[in-house]
Nanobody, 127 residues
């Protein structure tokens, strides 16, 4: 059974930092592109950041570029999202997702490319 378990969410003030973690079990994470998505109440799901299976490729949403950093540790089957200078508009449930690598496919923030999803972790940023 494949599981993605997120942790690290919480309630912080604007300007603070949080580090989200996601651990993957049931598949070999090194064969998967990984990504973080978020969804705020009343809004569509947004792809925040993606990282290729070997970490060579990364992609960020314009809204988080320069503030968020995605990384991974395949030995530990984990992916991380370091979030700095948080803003109230970053408030959302954050989801970790895994999409199997297919030859030459890039890391992408397209949710249709990801077949496994976590349950999400809440991030709340107050002004």
């Amino acid at each position: 059974q494949v599981r993605l378990d997120e942790s690290g969410g919480g309630s912080v003030q604007a300007g603070d930092s949080l580090r989200l973690s996601c651990i993957v079990t049931g598949v070999s994470a090194s064969n998967y592109h990984m990504a973080w998505f978020r969804q705020a109440p009343g809004k569509e799901r947004e792809g925040v950041a993606a990282i290729s299976f070997g970490s060579a490729g990364k992609d960020y949403a314009d809204s988080v570029q320069g503030r968020f950093t995605i990384s991974r540790n395949n030995g530990k089957a984990m992916v991380f999202l370091q979030m700095n200078n948080l803003k109230p508009e970053d408030t959302a449930i954050y989801y970790c997702a895994a999409g199997r690598y297919i030859f030459a496919s890039p890391a992408t923030r397209d949710p249709t490319k990801y077949e496994y999803w976590g349950q999400g972790t809440q991030v709340t940023v107050s002004s």
